[in-house]
């Protein structure tokens, strides 16, 4: 009996894919390929015939399940697709964009009937309600909207989350709506009356999915913890917690029949729980990338997608079981992947190489490690140091066995074996790694600490620069640093810098990086913001000061990379007027990633734009910088555990830590605003202390930092709680 093939993903970044053979009775899904970039919402027609997918390439298409090519695209948004309904009657389709647009359109022919335009920052969740005559928005603007599709209007605008909302759902009595955020809540809320009717805290992170059973009684949630939560939203109470899933959960549905809760996983996974129960009935590998959204059609039909930018539908069958007398034993290969590397070596960057298998065996944990081997150049790898040892992982009878090993030069085969007590020896596919360095990206750091009767601004930027150097090496080839304070900071020398930095095309590549970090004052003249340079002047103001959008985004728009642009300064938020998230992650996939990003600017600042920003004698830095230290050298961003930081793990830190950071020491408000740009998620910081080292600094080079002569706090200044105003003595603020 012939075994059929099917593929699953274990990792965030990259797409690598394990095979795993199953009974031919184990049907293959049907994959939909066409979109250039990830797919980040789904759903499915009430008859099964049509699919719909929303992508990052700024379209949506409509599939016929019968063919291959979408019967229609929608491409009239501008900015990347987050989210997706289709009304109950199938004739319409709402999508929501990064830019903040709504457009309600017929499937059909495509025709917009609708615009909705209102929210201020990305549109991350749409739900209709059941009789198609209203819909509901969730945005990172933390609001969530009820509209009037049909004539453009908002019916509601429900706040009072405290981060990013990143769901919703209509209850199936069209009065309810739930939302989930990233402040780790769901909430359910009475839409009419505009108020919440409960507030459900458990998870310990980011609530990414919500839904209602059919009943409307219960509430379903997924989250950044990994784990799936079933509530009695009345009382507040989690009736079940599901586990399983290796990573962040970013979809949940429930089928029609209240049955089957399904779940899509950055692990790369769907699974498809007993609603009843709790208990896992299938595990559906296919994906070779996180599952970014999944849903039921009536028929218990499930379609998925993901960042590897395929829609895939899932017939009701029986799935993938791993537990059970009689078991086949397997033994896989889920990082690195073999089937990209099938016909030809894996190139190795770095000799220090992360490996990752599953295996399924009728076996306890002791047997099976008994039974481990792991093969290089043919001779079984014995346990040895930290780096050496195996460490095993399980779920009922599926074991996730990982293991960092050092490279010899040149090529290498790898295999996992298995042999567990009366049965013959199972191998995985063979590996043949060559380890050949790549050249990873540069990190090019300018950091400005603009003094100015403030403080802390030059330890702000001192703290950026060391915190950045740490990644030479590691996730950047090269980090070269740039430090500018007291004297350097005027607006003449800051908007010299500037240009010079935008005149750097020949030397800065497009895989790698430029971040831009500036502390100090803040101002809006003219509808733009503006940076305060030292010595400024009211009677000045243009000469004394730079413009956010002539002398900062003119010159880096001259550069192809990455730019990630840091303000730490008063109405920073101001800048972010709508124009319009398993195993560790290797640092050489990081840096590929960061490589592969396409050229953009994505800026986060320190606070909105009518609020101050502020320092405090307790933190010796300011409070945006105060965060970013404990975000990247604590780890405390790293929301999925895979030792990688991201730029969106970055922000989702800062907008929760440095509200609290503010309102416990000082009493005020603060909060940070995200500004994506085209760039998508990318790296920025590879922790050092939850990986093995890999390797000295390459050879010849060291921390290239340009540093201005030591610049003394002055004696005497104590009790700065505030940025203070320019030109003023008094301890205040930045403003």
């Known amino acids: 009996m012939k075994a059929v093939m099917k593929k699953v993903v274990l990792h965030r970044y990259a797409p690598l894919v394990l095979w795993l053979a199953t009974l031919p009775v184990m049907a293959q899904e049907k994959a939909f390929w066409g979109h250039r970039a990830s797919i980040n919402a789904v759903a499915i027609h009430s008859t099964g015939r049509y699919v719909f997918s929303a992508s990052s390439d700024k379209s949506v298409a409509v599939w016929d399940t019968a063919g291959s090519r979408p019967l229609l695209r929608f491409s009239e948004h501008k900015s990347a697709v987050l989210s997706l309904a289709l009304s109950p009657d199938g004739q319409l389709v709402a999508s929501g964009g990064a830019d903040g647009l709504i457009y309600v359109w017929h499937r059909a022919s495509g025709r917009i009937l609708s615009t909705l335009k209102g929210h201020t920052n990305a549109v991350s969740g749409l739900a209709f309600s059941p009789d198609g005559k209203r819909l509901a928005s969730s945005s990172w603007d933390r609001a969530i909207r009820v509209w009037d599709w049909s004539n453009s209007t908002t019916l509601a605008k429900l706040t009072g989350h405290q981060a990013l909302v990143l769901a919703v759902a209509f209850g199936p009595d069209g009065k309810h709506v739930a939302s989930g955020s990233a402040d780790s809540t769901a909430r359910v809320w009475d839409w009419q009356a505009n108020r919440t009717l409960a507030t459900l805290t458990g998870h310990d992170r980011a609530v990414r999915a919500v839904t209602f059973d059919p009943t409307g009684q219960k509430l379903i949630t997924g989250s950044s913890d990994f784990t799936i939560r079933v509530w009695n939203w009345q009382s507040g109470a989690t009736e079940q917690t599901l586990s399983g899933h290796t990573s962040i959960v970013?979809?949940?549905?429930?089928?029609?029949d209240g049955r089957l809760i399904a779940s899509g996983s950055d692990d790369g996974t769907v699974r498809v729980w007993d609603a009843a129960t709790g208990k896992l009935q299938k595990t559906l590998t296919g994906h070779s990338a996180a599952v970014s959204s999944v849903s039921f059609g009536a028929a218990r039909q499930l379609v998925s997608g993901g960042?590897?930018?395929?829609?895939?539908i899932w017939p009701d069958r029986p799935g993938r079981t791993v537990a059970g007398s009689g078991a086949i034993t397997r033994v896989v290969w889920t990082q690195p992947n073999p089937l990209l590397y099938q016909n030809r070596t894996h190139i190795a960057s770095s000799p220090t190489l992360y490996l990752q298998a599953t295996v399924l065996a009728a076996a306890n944990p002791t047997e099976l490690r008994q039974s481990l081997r792991l093969y290089?150049?043919?001779?079984?790898?014995p346990e040895g140091d930290k780096m050496g040892e195996t460490k095993l992982k399980h779920h009922e009878q599926e074991f996730l066995v990982e293991r960092?090993?050092?490279?010899p030069d040149?090529?290498?085969?790898?295999e996992w074996a298995v042999q567990l007590p009366n049965q013959k020896e199972v191998r995985s596919r063979q590996l043949i790694v060559n380890y050949t360095p790549a050249n990873k990206p540069n990190l090019y750091v300018y950091a400005f600490g603009v003094e100015s009767n403030l403080r802390y601004t030059q330890n702000d930027a001192e703290s950026i620069a060391r915190i950045f150097k740490t990644q030479q090496g590691r996730l950047f080839d090269r980090v070269s640093v740039e430090l500018f304070a007291k004297e350097q900071t005027k607006a003449g020398d800051l908007r010299e810098e500037l240009e010079r930095l935008g005149n750097r095309g020949d030397v800065i590549r497009p895989q790698d990086v430029v971040m831009l970090f500036v502390s100090g004052h803040g101002i809006i003249k003219n509808?733009?913001?503006r940076i305060l340079g030292r010595s400024y002047s009211d009677n000045a103001w243009r000469s004394s000061s730079i413009s956010y959008r002539d002398d900062i985004i003119a010159n880096l728009n001259n550069l192809t990379c990455k730019k990630v642009v840091l303000l730490d300064a008063c109405h920073s938020g101001g800048i972010s007027m709508p124009e319009g998230s398993k195993a560790a992650v290797d640092v050489a996939d990081a840096g590929r990633l960061i490589a592969d990003a396409p050229p953009g600017l994505a800026v986060v600042s320190s606070s909105g734009q009518n609020e101050?920003?502020?320092e405090n004698e307790a933190w010796q830095n300011g409070a945006f910088t105060e965060a970013i230290s404990e975000a990247l050298e604590q780890g405390k961003a790293d929301a999925n555990r895979d030792a990688v930081v991201t730029v969106q793990e970055l922000y989702q830190y800062l907008q929760t830590r440095v509200p609290d950071l503010v309102r416990?020491?000082?009493?005020?408000?603060?909060?940070?605003?995200f500004k994506p740009g085209e760039s998508g998620d990318f790296p920025v910081f590879y922790l050092t202390d939850k990986t093995p080292e890999l390797g000295a600094t390459p050879t010849g080079a060291t921390p290239a930092v340009t540093t201005p002569a030591a610049v003394p706090v002055p004696a005497g200044q104590t009790g700065v709680d505030r940025k203070p105003e320019p030109n003023r003595t008094q301890k205040s603020r930045r403003y």
């Not at 970013?250 to 029609?256: D, K």
């Not at 960042?307 to 895939?312: A, F, N």
């Not at 040149?410 to 790898?414: A, P, Y």
């Not at 416990?664 to 605003?673: A, I, K, N, S, Y």
Request: aromatic share 4%; net charge negative.
């Open 250 to 256: 970013r979809s949940v549905t429930v089928s029609a």
């Open 307 to 312: 960042v590897d930018q395929s829609l895939r």
């Open 376 to 381: 290089l150049n043919g001779k079984p790898l």
């Open 404 to 407: 960092t090993i050092n490279l």
């Open 410 to 414: 040149g090529s290498d085969t790898l």
């Open 527 to 529: 509808n733009d913001f």
């Open 612 to 614: 101050l920003s502020y």
């Open 664 to 673: 416990t020491v000082l009493q005020q408000d603060q909060h940070p605003q």
